[in-house]
């Protein structure tokens, strides 16, 4: 019966690895080696030792850059879980009580399907559409419902406020998601649990803190290393709505469009490998901090 | 960071609790009320801002008031955006790359999750973990070695080179989740069908797969939806002369944007964004729950 076993195992092994192996692996590897040298994208290259990670530690976009996505990396999971967990505290538990059974608000189904549909649209396309949200003149969206007598707001064009306003998009984006899994996670607590402390005279207030976010603290965790990696990753928000590159006047430049214009505009493909090792060793940092919370909560269970 | 979620997946949403009627009004369900009211004008309203807006002409846009309806409903906007603007080229694009790395993504990981679930051989565990690595780490990262290692095989500008590196870069989530569901599946079946003498391939596919299915529906959307909105790798490998032909949904819209934002000359491209925004409300408005579990099939413990 086990006869053809590894002709089988290898058939189905050999395209997938090598896919895998050749597009994935073999350009996280070519990474650590092209950091090393001076590529401009085109033709050869020469090694340069580790010069290109001496000019990143001289470099101010880069630390620029680096506060920005540590800014975004810390604002933007709190302020999305926080209104992820309301909403979703509210439409599960946030109803009337009868009899001490406590009930989702009327209708909602149709918040939750309405609240979760930007994250099927495309960041790319989240971007256009903020872009002209946020459009500096009477033609966009906010400045159209301000009134006539004030004058125009910037937003993307302030520097005070470009990072904020694209902040702002992901948390818009994002929230949805959030509240169609925290449900999820209420919904697997017991009304028994909440009927239990409602007929103890719990408030509402307390049956959120003492009940629903101890029971979520799972799910919360989760919720966080998906933000974290979101965090990272403002590529489309930033080459889309950012005015002038990752400005104005780099106030809103994040790592991975550092990576993307010195690969393709500045020629400086090397240089970008340099940052792409660093953000290597900072995710695995990341990861690793995250994996240790999560072992020790598997011990736990 | 994957290692948070090891348990089979799970349907995300529950069914809502319906609230009964009561004479009574509480003021937090009113409160409650409120709070979610406006989420949900806050999610809608840059969605129907956008429709409106692609009825009116430029200057209209730029009279402000951007909720009241337009003077006339012209479809000028959208033979443009479909013609002059290319959008109907670029969407078909979007569907061709989708649909056939899709396609590729699934059959090659499941065919890769499947031995790497089923089968005891050397280097299991090893290949597993090879593939799960790939989750913790950005596709940014690797900007410039992903350019180098797509042109020095002579597919920059093809749809070849897109699909194969959309396929690669799908295939750690695939295999991650698809060797999880795997496992949860009952070996008896599998095993009264070996006793049968079915071959090796006759099992996978007609034993594995039909029993597999939820979690093959999950993560084919999944993977439909995240390729579909994939920004970044189109832009890496479809760029330079004559490359726009080749170009995505994604890619054109932010495109449509930059050069409208040259002339001031928006309507067109909100046209352009509701040609694409549609569409998704359309798929969104039939599949609501299988979207909802696919989308969060990952996160859900």
């Known amino acids: ?219 919360l965790q989760v919720a966080w290393v998906y933000l974290g990696i979101a965090a990272f990753d403002c590529f489309a928000l930033v080459n889309i709505m950012s005015v002038n590159k990752g400005g104005p006047d780099n106030a809103t430049q994040v790592l991975s469009y550092q990576i993307y214009l010195n690969a393709f505009q500045n020629s400086q493909a090397g240089y970008a490998s340099a940052i792409g090792v660093v953000l290597f060793f900072l995710t695995l940092t990341f990861a690793a901090l995250t994996l240790r919370v999560t072992r020790r909560d598997a011990v736990n269970a | 960071m994957t290692n948070l979620v090891t348990d089979p997946p799970a349907v995300a949403t529950k069914p809502a609790p319906v609230a009964t009627r009561e004479r009574r009004v509480n003021p937090l369900n009113g409160m409650a009320h409120i709070a979610l009211l406006l989420w949900a004008l806050a999610t809608a309203g840059p969605l129907i801002w956008v429709l409106l807006a692609s009825f009116k002409s430029n200057s209209e846009i730029f009279l402000g008031k951007p909720f009241a309806l337009p003077e006339h409903f012209s479809f000028k906007t959208y033979t443009d955006a479909w013609s002059e603007a290319h959008i109907g080229q670029y969407f078909l694009n979007s569907v ?19 031995v790497l679930a089923r089968y005891k051989f050397p280097g299991n565990r090893a290949i597993y973990y090879l593939f799960v690595s790939g989750l913790a780490f950005p596709t940014f990262m690797a900007l410039a070695p992903i350019f180098g290692i797509v042109k020095s095989m002579g597919l920059l500008n093809t749809f070849t080179g897109l699909i194969l590196v959309y396929i690669a870069y799908s295939l750690s989530f695939t295999v991650f989740f698809l060797v999880a569901f795997f496992r949860t599946l009952p070996a008896e079946i599998d095993e009264a069908a070996l006793v049968d ?37 189109p832009v890496v490998i479809m760029q330079g002369a004559g490359s726009d032909a080749n170009w995505v949904l994604t890619q054109g819209i932010a495109n449509i944007s930059v050069s409208a934002g040259y002339h001031a000359e928006w309507s067109t491209l909100f046209a352009a964004l509701t040609l694409s925004i549609l569409p998704m409300i359309v798929v969104y408005g039939i599949f609501q729950r299988q979207i909802q579990a696919g989308l969060t099939a990952g996160a859900v413990k």
């Open chain 1, 1 to 219: 019966m086990r006869h053809g076993k590894y002709p089988f195992i290898i058939g189905f092994l050999v395209v997938p690895l090598a896919l895998y192996l050749v597009f994935v692996v073999g350009a996280y590897l070519q990474m650590f080696q092209l950091s090393l040298t001076d590529w401009s994208g085109f033709g050869g290259f020469n090694y340069i030792g580790v010069d290109n990670f001496v000019k990143l530690w001289d470099d101010p976009v880069f630390w620029v850059a680096l506060r920005h996505n540590i800014y975004i990396l810390i604002a933007m999971p709190i302020v999305t879980i926080a209104f992820a967990l309301f909403f979703a505290f509210l439409l599960n538990v946030g109803g009337k009580s009868r009899g001490g059974v406590t009930q989702g608000v009327w209708g909602s189904k149709v918040y939750r399907v309405i609240f979760f549909f930007p994250q099927l649209l495309a960041l790319a396309i989240v971007a256009v559409i903020f872009g002209r949200v946020f459009g500096s003149d009477r033609s966009g969206m906010l400045n159209g419902l301000f009134p006539d007598s004030w004058s125009p707001w910037l937003f993307l064009a302030d520097e005070r406020w470009a990072l904020a306003c694209i902040g702002i998009v992901l948390v818009w984006q994002q929230i949805g998601f959030y509240v169609v899994l925290f449900s999820a996670g209420m919904g697997s607590i017991g009304q028994e649990i909440y009927e239990a402390a409602a007929l103890d005279g719990a408030t509402k207030v307390t049956l959120f803190f003492r009940i629903t976010l101890p029971l979520l603290w799972d799910t």
């Open chain 2, 96 to 114: 061709f790359v989708v649909a056939i790395s899709t396609a590729g993504t699934m059959l090659l990981g499941s065919m890769a999750a499947y």
């Open chain 2, 197 to 233: 003498g079915a071959g090796h391939l006759r099992r996978f596919f007609q034993i594995m797969m039909p029993m597999a299915k939820s979690g093959l529906i999950s993560i084919t959307i999944f993977n439909i939806v995240g390729q579909w909105n994939q920004y970044l790798l």
